[in-house]
Antibody, heavy 117, light 106 residues
Framework: QVQLQESGPGLVKPSETLSLTCTVS??????????WDWIRQPPGKGLEWIGS???????LYNPSLKSRVTISIDTSKNQFSLKLASVTAADTALYYC?????????WGQGTLVTVSS | DIQMTQSPSSVSASVGDRVTITCRAS??????VAWYQQKPGKAPKLLIY???SLQSGVPSRFSGSGSGTEFTLSISRLQPEDFATYYC?????????FGGGTKVEI
């Protein structure tokens, strides 16, 4: 079955850019049936949709984060990536990648990113 | 944008109880609702999609209903492993949105 794995630094300084990658295995990221998404969860809080990318490269973002977010896809590596610029402590969260069809059937395990100097 | 209002935010229940969680969408989303279960330190797990379709491998004591703007997740005969936080999500249109979550606790 499809597996997703997040990777990237666990600590980012304020005002810098958070960068994460999600590697997809046992499934093609070029499958036209799916979008590939990022979701985050601040400690002790609920889930927040960050954005979505399609294999052709089109992306959609949460309006609350749109000015700072870029989600891209690399079909040759079967990966997609998240960049969040100008981070603050409010961006400290568990970041998940997931595959979207009618819902998120497959999720990564999540990676904790802490914003601190 | 479509907002999802979930209630209650928490519920106390006992093993064997029936629990019902409600989600209301700010606009009609037909049946584009999913429900997830999340346990501490774990990624959410898909329970229901399309408002009422049970995800493969999910026990039949979980059921979903509703369409348009009102949706419910029901858990009949609560089991010890069901104590967790539950989220609804609309997948009708971007930006996608989750409800605020319902913690089911003893």
């Amino acid at each position: 079955q499809v597996q997703l794995q997040e990777s990237g630094p666990g600590l980012v300084k304020p005002s810098e850019t958070l960068s994460l990658t999600c590697t997809v295995s046992d499934g093609s990221i070029s499958d036209s049936s799916y979008h590939w998404d990022w979701i985050r969860q601040p400690p002790g809080k609920g889930l927040e949709w960050i954005g979505s990318v399609y294999y052709l490269g089109g992306s959609l973002y949460n309006p609350s984060l749109k000015s700072r977010v870029t989600i891209s896809i690399d079909t040759s590596k079967n990966q997609f990536s998240l960049k969040l610029a100008s981070v603050t402590a409010a961006d400290t969260a568990l970041y998940y990648c997931a595959r979207l069809s009618r819902a998120y059937e497959y999720w990564g395990q999540g990676t904790l990113v802490t914003v601190s100097s | 944008d479509i907002q999802m209002t979930q209630s209650p935010s928490s519920v106390s229940a006992s093993v064997g109880d029936r629990v019902t969680i409600t989600c209301r969408a700010s606009h009609s989303i037909n049946d584009w609702v999913a429900w997830y279960q999340q346990k501490p330190g774990k990624a959410p797990k898909l329970l229901i999609y399309g408002a009422s379709s049970l995800q493969s491998g999910v026990p039949s004591r979980f059921s979903g209903s509703g369409s348009g703007t009102e949706f419910t997740l029901s858990i009949s005969r609560l089991q010890p492993e069901d104590f967790a936080t539950y989220y609804c999500q609309q997948t009708s249109s971007f930006p996608l949105a989750f409800g605020g979550g319902t913690k089911v606790e003893i």
